[in-house]
């Protein structure tokens, strides 16, 4: 059965902190990616990756940096969290493009 | 590039009420269309795919048929269940990785 999981269900942090979001996938899928999910704008891509140490922008990359060492593991760095940056983030992967995206759990983050 | 309009809700029916959520998209070359569902405090799941024109997807008595003509990929149930209630994402998928989304249809269901 297909995995997606996310390090964290809940995440409260102060303005200012550096934030590392988690993703593990289990399906041996190339490609990865990053949404945040906020109410009436659906979800928006910060980052992908279709290859280890390979990434690339997506829609709304400022302020995040993102890093794929290994194939199973995509990880989401806030540099320096702020107020703006509460919302939901949801990791995905697929094993190529075109192909259907599976989603994790999705990490819900409030920045104070 | 790539976008995807959907239906505006929120939607309330009834328990077994016929549901309809529009989806039209704008894309180049030959995307891949997909419905996904998002329930109380969870990720998104699949619902259903269409990979071609003409394709009709279908999965828990849901289904969407991919209309290239009207660049229209519209959800249809014909009798809908209190725990159909959720959030409806039409999306599309390029040749280029990515899956643009709609803004979600949030559906409530009233026994």
């Known amino acids: 059965d297909v995995k997606v999981t996310q390090s964290s269900r809940y995440l409260v942090k102060r303005t200012g902190e550096k934030v590392f979001l988690e993703c593990v996938q289990d399906?041996?899928?190339?490609?990865m990616f990053w949404y945040r999910q906020d109410p009436g704008l659906g979800l928006r891509l910060i980052y992908f990756s279709y290859d280890v140490k390979m990434k690339e922008k997506g829609d709304i990359p400022e302020g995040y940096s993102v890093s794929r060492e290994k194939k199973e593991r995509f990880s989401l760095i806030l540099e320096s969290a702020s107020t703006n940056q509460t919302s939901m983030y949801l990791c995905?992967?697929?094993?190529?493009?075109?192909?259907?995206?599976?989603f994790g759990p999705g990490t819900r983050l409030l920045v104070l | 590039g790539n976008s995807v309009t959907q239906m505006e809700g929120p939607v309330t029916l009834s328990e077994e009420a016929f549901l309809t959520i529009n989806c039209t998209y704008t894309a180049t070359g030959y995307p891949s269309l997909f419905w996904y569902v998002q329930y109380p405090g969870e990720g998104l799941q699949l619902l259903l795919k269409?990979?071609?024109?003409?394709d009709k997807g279908s999965n828990k008595g849901f289904e969407a048929t991919y209309r290239k003509e009207t660049t229209s990929f519209h959800l249809e149930k014909g009798s809908v269940q209190v725990s159909d209630s959720a959030v409806y994402f039409c999306?599309?998928?390029?040749?280029?990785?990515?899956?643009?989304f709609g803004a979600g249809t949030t559906v409530t269901v009233r026994a």
């Open positions: 269409a990979t071609k024109a003409d």
């Open positions: 999306a599309l998928s390029g040749n280029d990785y990515k899956l643009s």
């Open positions: 995905a992967s697929s094993i190529s493009s075109q192909e259907t995206q599976y």
């Open positions: 399906m041996d899928h190339e490609n």
